[in-house]
């Protein structure tokens, strides 16, 4: 296969990743989507999940993000997330208490707009959460 | 005129103040490589949402229906700003050049007959201009980056403030910070946040071509929607990240000069006191000697 992606994970932090590779599958927000060298110019937004990237036609890493969006240009794939983990690197014990957190607000939540922003973590959680599983599968 | 023992009493005291004063002034300069490594590495994520962020609103430039927090509420009659401070002092004119600038822009708008609300954040802020403009405050954070600033603290903050712009509290906010210009200069910065000044793109180069292509998913209102409360944060974020970095660098300058006017107070107190050291001396030889004299 002729040519390479240039991936780009960008958290509000700092860079997190940033090489050539062969295919990046992301969680768009209407549905994964692979992007390969010469993809058409795109702008979308990302749904929590799990971004894998893959060399030579195996996943070779494969990064947690809770949302955030991704551009597709003639240069290659940025990603801009909010949070990104490396699924290699869930602690299996900051799940539970990120899905009890995301409960409990829902819970506790008072307004209509407190609840969207709960329910829209505890998504997030169960994200992080099938993330997690997959990575043990 | 001090006597001997008044003389070692203050050498020593400046000789403390003068060890303090360099610690800081340490501590500063480790803080501020700190500060000034992660403003480097927030750049990236601040420099290419801007750039999506042109794209989108180039294409949709002149449309009506655009976000509000793009487009503003259409009025501007009630202005909230932000004032970014810190919450220690000891670093020279930080503070304060913030404070007296926000002072400025809060008596300008209101001669201009347009209401002010503030929000602070940093303690020093606050309690400076809590005096004068005390019934302006509508909000005040302390603490903020403590133990080392991370995103989550700036969207805390961004979303309080888009959610009170929701609510129409007010029509205009911008924010007010130090700009790291470099270890000895801080620039006073006045940043318009709401509505979102959109970035120029430059016509001729290659960023146009490609906007005329561009897919969107689900759809570009919808991703325009979703971007400007986000990129709020992140102008947040960048103020504070900016805001720490220019008070680490002031601080350093503010204790080395410190520092250094210690070392000349003890020169100048240690000459003084060899003198009348010597002095009391030549007195008392004068003294022994005219005794032995007369006998």
Known sequence: MAGKVQFELVSPERLLFSEPVDMVVVPGSEGDFGALP???????????????????????????????????????????????????????????????????????????????????????????????????? | MPSLKDLRVRINSVKSTRKITSAMKMVAASKLRRAQAAAEQARPYATRMERMLGNLAGSLAGQSGAPRLLAGTGGDDVHLIVVVTSDRSLCGGFNSSIVRRARATVAELQRSGKTVKLVT???????????????????????????????????????????????????????????FRSVIAQEVTLQQLIPFPVPEVETGSAVPVLKATYEYEPSEEAILADLLPRNLSVQVFRALIESFASEQGARMTAMDNATRNAGEMINSLTVRYNRTRQAQITTELTEIISGAEAL
């Open chain 1, 38 to 137: 010469q993809h058409a110019p795109m702008l979308t937004s990302m749904r929590p999940g799990v971004i894998d990237v893959y060399e030579a036609g195996v996943v070779t890493n494969r990064i947690f993000v809770a949302g955030g969006f991704a551009e597709v240009t003639e240069e290659g794939l940025t990603v801009l997330a909010e949070e990104a983990i490396p699924v290699a690197d869930i602690d299996p014990q900051s799940i539970s208490t990120r899905l009890k957190a995301a409960e409990r607000a829902i819970e506790e939540a008072d307004s209509d707009r407190a609840r969207a922003e709960a329910e829209r973590s505890l998504a997030v959680a169960k994200a992080f959460e099938a993330a997690a599983e997959g990575a043990a599968v």
């Open chain 2, 121 to 179: 954040i940093g303690r020093k802020g606050r309690d400076q201009l809590k005096r004068d403009h005390g019934a302006l405050f509508i909000d005040g954070y302390e603490n903020v980056g403590r133990k080392g600033l991370t995103f989550g603290e700036a969207r805390e903050i961004g979303e309080k403030i888009i959610e009170r712009f929701e609510a129409g509290e007010f029509d205009v906010c911008t924010v007010l910070y130090n700009r």
